[in-house]
């Protein structure tokens, strides 16, 4: 992203996927938690699109629900990148990524670039109806991104929709998985750093990897941050919540490097329930993280080179 962006905040009141109510309220915790003034601040010209309104009744459930909501959204997401625009968008329950990333790979098909999604997560969203212990459609967007079966009726044009490479995912702070998508992650040849190698590596050297082969490749890098890629300690206010995650300084960091690397061109940030936070402490910590993405810092330092290395096809 470049030093002052044009950022479209996009809210994504969506709590269709699961089935712990609450995360509808998410986009207007952001906003009161200041997400709005913090990006103004930092010199970004900062434009508050409101919030998608699906064309579905309010109280509607179940896919046809999923796919109101992944149409608009979807279309907000493609028509914001179109005009120049980085989208922010601002959650609701992690259902809400069938849309930005399918908007993002829209965009991108049009105009002749691959995307690659760093997905920041506890969990690898890559179940399939057939898979899901749950049912609940929050923990099956990448599959369905990705193409697998049993979605039908979920995208427009869903016959000629691109779809999201598994090799142009990468799945970053895992500490959770199901069996079936487990399998489903490895035939698909998913990239992985899950919680183990950050216990073993640190954050920088797995990020500084994933960035240099987007550089190379000159990517669109869509970044989707879950609330529960942190541990709960630091961010209560989340559904599925899995102890072990990412600490503060950890999480600070790794948006640090995104930002340093000027890669960037959408963001999704989810799965934030307000109804389960303390006092606006999980609203605040996620508007901090966002502000690290987008350039806030304590001193300025010189911005590190992101080198371009040949990608390797066997990664």
Known sequence: MDATARIAIIGAPIEVGTSEPGALMGPAALRTAGLVRTLADLGHAVTDLGDVVPDCPRDARGLPAVAAWTRALSGRVEASLAAGDLPVVAGGDHSLSLGSVDGALRHCARTGRTLTVLWL??????????????????????????????????????????????RQLHLFGLRSIDAGERALVTARQVAVTDMRAIDEFGVVAPLRRVLERVAAAGDHLHVSLDIDFLDPGIAPGV?????????????????????????????????????????????????????????????????????????????
């Open 121 to 166: 997560d506890a969990h690898a969203d890559f179940n399939t109806p057939e898979t899901s212990p749950s049912g609940n459609m929050h923990g099956m967007p990448l599959a369905a991104l990705c193409g697998e079966p049993g979605f039908d009726g979920l995208f427009a044009d869903e016959a000629d929709r691109p779809r999201l490479d598994p």
């Open 239 to 315: 559904g599925t919540t899995v102890p072990g995650g990412a600490t503060f300084r950890e999480a600070h960091l790794i948006m640090e490097m995104l930002c340093d690397s000027g890669l960037v061109r959408s963001l999704d940030v989810v799965e934030l329930n307000p109804f389960l936070d303390e006092r606006g402490r999980s609203a605040r910590v996620l508007v901090e993280l966002v502000a690290s993405l987008f350039g806030r810092r304590i001193l300025d330092r010189p911005t590190p080179v992101i080198e371009a290395v040949p990608r390797d096809p066997g990664a």
